[in-house]
């Protein structure tokens, strides 16, 4: 045994978070951690690597039993930890954040750069990632970013990596290298630590599960003996079926129009959307469904043709007239387009309407409060009060307060890109569910996502991109996986 953690309890500002919790891990294997948003995983791991200190119970590591743990401690004895928000200074290079409080330093105390660019290179090249060691980070995109992540925790040597939702940024083909790349270590017995809300990411690459709910273990065992919806059951406490929870509606009028749109990654696009109706995007990643939504809020620049609401143009390359025109867009990738770590979770949730009736002056913090109480009812937010740093909630949770963000604007046109990234089954269904009730309300709806069992749930009808172009619409009955890649992936015409 690698790692046995036992009867551990963690508790912030007197409310206990994880409750005699437990944790084996062998050499060798990849252990999925695996329990709802708000469950403790992170905590745990924050635990183990001395972010966090514990307030009882025991850590044994390579045989040494682990009394006060600290960041440098946990690192020099070969615990590694690619945390769930990326860690990385974006004014830095990539070596510099390699190399950061490590510096190798040559024979007159000077730091030597040249070595350390050099070593960088060849740790990329051993992984067979493609980065410019002295490149900035900010100019990364942000699977490079998650990629340099992944690449720093294994530059020295671990024996036991943590990876905390890895995925989120990754295309497919990147996911597939990265399992590669902890398959390879595997076979030198390393052990990782695997968190990840996508069943069929744990099932690829896990050995072994651990389940947690609020705060509690629930049971471990080997992946192979148990199935998804078992895990699922684990996970949640009970079996509950969200299966059709689809129902057909009527629609208004045309509220989101798109005629002869271009813009970069995507060409030529004819859509009218109706209001109350929901319309899912969704292609290969690259294929341009989130760059059409990026466009049409003003964050990129369109090329030609034109996005009507409600009858009037939008002008291009607009935000601020996006949302007056009552656009509102959730962004994907939570970490670096959503989070406002200075804050709250009540200013990061209403911050997007006070931009848009320009008050924020006068922010009435009870009126506020109230309808935060609303939000965190229906969107079952953990969070204990909303004066709480945003950091302070499980990654899940922060998701839930951005979609609140953005419902918070009464806007009529939502575009959701990848609006469940990082949420677990329980809560995703409870999105799922508000979506559809939010649409019987008469809003419109974009939503844009890689996992096609989410439009079969919710969309009306659903457009394939590929190569910026949309290939196929497919009406809500016709929806299901194989179509749906069929035509994602050109083999419909191959
Ligand atoms: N620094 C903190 N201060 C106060 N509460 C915290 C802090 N960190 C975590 N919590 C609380 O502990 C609970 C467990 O959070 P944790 O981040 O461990 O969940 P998780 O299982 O990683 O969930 P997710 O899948 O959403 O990331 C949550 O209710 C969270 O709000
Ligand atoms: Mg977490």
Same mark, same amino acid.
Do not use: C, F, K
């Given at each position: 045994m690698l790692l046995e953690m036992k009867n551990i309890d963690k508790a912030f500002n007197g409310v206990p978070v994880l409750k005699k919790v437990q944790l084996q891990v062998e050499k060798g294997e990849v252990h999925a951690l695996l329990g709802e948003n708000g469950a403790g995983k992170s905590t745990l791991m924050n635990v183990l690597t001395g972010v966090y200190t514990k307030d009882g119970g025991t850590v044994e590591f390579d045989g040494k039993t682990l009394e006060h743990i600290t960041i440098r401690g946990s690192e020099e004895l070969g615990i590694a930890f690619v945390h769930q928000e990326l860690n990385l200074f974006n004014d830095m290079t990539v070596w510099e954040n390699i190399f950061l409080g490590k510096e190798i330093v040559g024979p007159l105390g000077r730091c030597n750069k040249k070595e350390m660019i050099r070593m960088a290179g060849e740790l990329f090249s051993r992984l067979d990632v493609r980065i410019d060691p002295t490149e900035k980070v900010e100019n990364l995109k942000t699977s490079e970013k998650q990629l340099l992540e992944i690449s720093k925790a294994l530059f020295f040597q671990a024996k036991l990596l943590i990876l905390d939702e890895?995925?989120?940024?990754?295309n497919n083909d990147e996911i597939d290298h990265l399992f590669q790349i902890i398959r390879n270590l595997k076979k030198e017995g390393t052990s990782f630590i695997f968190i990840s809300h996508k069943m069929p990411e744990i099932f690829a690459i896990s050995d072994r599960y651990t389940v947690f709910r609020n705060g509690e273990y629930i049971a471990s065992g080997k992946i192979a003996d148990i199935t998804a919806e078992e895990v699922t059951r684990l996970m949640v406490g009970s079996t509950s079926s969200f299966r059709d929870i689809y129902e057909a509606r009527d629609t208004g009028e045309v509220v989101l129009s798109l005629k002869n749109y271009s813009g970069p990654g995507f060409e030529d696009i004819n859509l009218d959307v109706h209001r109350g109706q929901i319309v899912g995007l969704t292609g290969l990643q690259g294929a341009g469904s989130s760059e059409l939504m990026q466009c049409i809020f003003g964050i990129t620049h369109a090329t030609g043709g034109t996005v009507t609401v409600n009858g009037e143009i939008i002008p291009y390359h607009s935000t601020h007239r996006a949302m007056r025109a009552g656009v509102a867009m959730l962004a994907s990738n939570r970490k670096e387009?959503?989070? /406002?770590?200075?804050?709250?979770l009540l200013e990061n949730m209403y911050l997007a309407e006070h931009t848009l009736s320009a008050s924020k002056f006068h922010i009435h913090q009870g009126r506020e409060k109230e309808k935060f109480e609303k939000y965190r009812q229906t969107l079952n937010i953990k969070a204990?009060?909303?004066?709480?740093? /945003?950091?302070?909630?499980s990654g899940g949770n922060q998701q839930k307060v951005f979609l609140a963000r953005w419902l918070n604007t009464n806007a009529d046109v939502l575009l959701l890109d990848n609006?469940?990234?990082?949420?677990?089954v329980g809560a995703k269904a409870e999105i799922y569910k508000l979506i559809l009730q939010l649409a019987k309300e008469g809003k419109t709806i974009l939503i844009n996502t890689l996992e096609i069992p989410e439009i079969q749930k919710i969309a009306d009808y659903c457009a394939v991109f590929y190569e910026g172009k949309i290939v196929k619409t497919l009406q809500h009955r016709e929806i299901n996986e194989q179509t749906v890649m069929l035509y994602s992936t050109n083999a419909a015409n191959a």
């Open positions: 890895p995925t989120t940024a990754l387009n959503s989070v /406002i770590p200075d804050m709250s204990q009060d909303s004066s709480d740093s /945003i950091l302070s909630l609006p469940t990234q990082g949420i677990d």
